[in-house]
């Protein structure tokens, strides 16, 4: 079965830091690209960043960027997004999804790991 | 980077066919044809339904279309039924190399 699940979600208080993993299962995840989209509470979806299959071409949405890096381990089948300076804005849902290669659609998406940015 | 822009919802009887409009600028939606439209369940994931302005992945109802004018993307659909109850986004690449989602429109099957 084609995967991915998304880990690492929890309570921080603003300043802090979380890492949040996707694993990737039952497709060749070194051949694909990736981002992380995100939804706060009540709201629509963000998309947050992109990376490429050899880590060479990363994008980032202002709201994040320099504060957020995304990685992969294609060896471990595994997508990171290292989330630094939290703010209570970057309470969500978090979602990895898998890039379709399809104008950027995203055709497998994670169930979620909930961030919660709170003092 | 603003969101595209969505109606926050609209309504229709099982049976009948309705639209949703997603309007960006010639950056985004009018300048490529990438744009893709989700739906979204209560409580569940998103799901692809169109990629590439008018495609559909395999296993998604015929039901499902959707085209581009200018700056505006739409997604029809007909034969409504009680479980398209959903929100639906679309969502486009930009110019800045970043995708861009629209507000979300909430559909109600009356």
């Known amino acids: 079965e084609v995967q991915v699940v998304e880990s690492g979600g929890g309570l921080v208080q603003p300043g802090g830091s979380l890492r949040l993993s996707c694993a990737a299962s039952?497709?060749?995840?070194?051949?694909?690209?990736m981002k992380w989209v995100r939804q706060a509470p009540g709201k629509g979806l963000e998309w947050l960043s992109h990376?490429?299959?050899?880590?060479?071409?990363?994008y980032y949405a202002d709201s994040v960027r320099g504060r957020f890096t995304i990685s992969r381990d294609n060896g471990k089948n595994f997508l990171y997004l290292q989330m630094n300076s939290l703010r209570d804005e970057d309470t969500a849902v978090y979602y990895c999804?898998?890039?379709?290669?399809?104008?950027?659609?995203?055709?497998?998406w994670g169930q979620g790991t909930t961030v919660t940015v709170s003092s | 980077q603003s969101a595209l822009t969505q109606p926050a919802s609209v309504s229709g009887s099982p049976g009948q066919s309705i639209t949703i409009s997603c309007t960006g600028t010639?950056?985004?939606?009018?300048?490529?044809?990438?744009v893709s439209w989700y739906q979204q369940h209560p409580g569940k994931v998103p799901k692809l339904l169109i990629y590439?302005?008018?495609d559909r992945p395999s296993g998604i109802s015929s039901r499902f279309s959707a085209s581009k004018s200018g700056n505006t993307a739409s997604l029809t659909i007909s034969g409504l039924q009680t479980e398209d109850e959903a929100d639906y986004y679309c969502?486009?690449?930009?110019?800045?190399?970043?995708?861009?989602f629209g507000g979300g429109t909430k559909l109600t099957v009356l």
């Open positions: 999804a898998r890039d379709s290669g399809r104008g950027g659609s995203m055709d497998v």
């Open positions: 990376i490429d299959t050899r880590s060479t071409t990363i």
């Open positions: 590439l302005v008018t």
């Open positions: 039952g497709f060749v995840f070194s051949t694909y690209n």
């Open positions: 010639s950056s985004d939606v009018g300048g490529y044809d990438y």
């Open positions: 969502a486009s690449y930009s110019s800045i190399s970043t995708i861009l």
